[in-house]
């Protein structure tokens, strides 16, 4: 079985500065890894996925992330944040193949200010 | 427009009571999702369905139950079996079990249910 751990529950940046969420995974095969941003009341948004090939992937609103074998990490980066990318991270990883249920981590709460 | 919808959006149910939450996708999608979403605890999985007239349990089906008698849709029952209810619950699809892009999941807005 697989498992997502994020570290940091909640992680509080003032705007424009850069951001790092942290997410390490554990798996005995090989995985999927995806990011999702949920604002509050509401569902889950894909901010990006790595599936194959490079490990440096870009997604939606700026933010990128990078896939690391060797340390079994998926952090997610944005080099400039705004008050509206306050919201919770998660973190997901699904086995490769089919028919694979996705396993997400706890969550990371961004929390920007001026 | 295409998209899950959850109905309704805050539901209420006394102690003991049944209750079925609604989900619809009108994105041609082959399975669905339930999970239950607690404050500092992620996403667990509750049941899943990736045909019509099939569906498996998650890591937390107890006192639950689901149906998927039509593509489009596939109702979350909350039994007086489940010990403690109150929680947000999202649904989710994907296109189904092909290659990795068919297992992307979209979600709905959610239903948050309180049991008073």
């Known amino acids: 079985a697989q498992s997502v751990t994020q570290l940091d529950s909640q992680v509080p940046v003032f705007e424009e500065a850069p951001v790092e969420l942290r997410c390490n995974y554990s798996s005995s095969v090989s995985v999927y890894l995806f990011w999702y941003v949920q604002y509050p009341n509401q569902g889950l948004q894909l901010l990006l996925k790595?599936?194959?090939?490079?490990?440096l992937v870009k997604g939606i609103n700026g933010f990128e992330a990078e896939f690391n074998k060797s340390q079994t990490s998926f952090h997610l980066r944005k080099p400039s944040v705004h008050i509206s990318d306050t919201a919770e991270y998660f973190c997901a990883v699904r086995r490769t193949g089919t028919a694979s249920k996705l396993t997400f981590g706890t969550g990371t709460r961004l929390q920007v200010t001026l | 427009d295409g998209g899950i919808t959850q109905s309704p959006k805050y539901l209420f149910r006394k102690e003991g009571q049944n209750v079925t939450l609604s989900c619809e996708q009108n994105l041609n999608h082959d399975a669905m999702y339930w999970y239950r979403q607690d404050p500092g605890q992620g996403l667990r999985l509750i049941y899943y369905s990736q045909i019509v007239n099939d569906f498996q349990k998650g890591d937390i089906a107890e006192g639950y139950s689901v149906s998927r008698e039509k593509k489009e849709s596939f109702p979350l029952t909350v039994t007086s079996a489940q010990k403690n209810p109150t929680a947000f619950y999202l649904c989710?699809?994907?296109?189904?079990?092909?290659?990795?892009?068919?297992?992307?999941?979209?979600f709905g807005p959610g239903t948050r249910l309180t049991v008073l």
């Open positions: 790595y599936l194959s090939g490079s490990t």
């Open positions: 989710a699809s994907s296109i189904g079990t092909g290659g990795p892009s068919h297992n992307e999941q979209f």
